[in-house]
């Protein structure tokens, strides 16, 4: 199952905050990026949103493409316009990313925990899934 990384930066986002900018998504059903690593995702990618301090951190599943005016979601509301959009499934509810969490990844990567939040990694399909699922229950309090 392919995998992708979204990250929100503060400087980017909506009134200057990243939050704004996952709570959109989450209003709306939708997630974006600039990326070129995020450019042709299939449904049923497992897509990790995060801030781009590691402050906050969301998974979702991507269900399909956004259309064309999908695109101006986020500029309708101060933000900026995204060259890739997509309908997303909320898999896990926007949470913080404690140093507990970042642990628990880091072990599961075998010590490769920054590299699992790097997006050109997710981009390659290098992260098992069972990784992406145990963090999603972590995150969901399972």
Known sequence: MPSALVSYANRYSVEGKAI??????????????????ISDL????????KCGSNRLVQVVEITARGSHDEKFTWQRRGGKIW??????KPLTDICKLTTLRKIIVNELTMGKGQEFWDPKRHSLNA????IIAHLIRELNGE
């Open 20 to 37: 704004n900018d996952f709570r959109i998504g989450e209003e709306t059903g939708l997630v974006a990026s600039n990326a070129s690593t």
């Open 42 to 49: 299939p449904p049923g990618t497992l897509c990790i949103i």
């Open 83 to 88: 060259k890739n959009v997509y309908k997303m």
């Open 127 to 130: 992260w098992n899934p069972s």
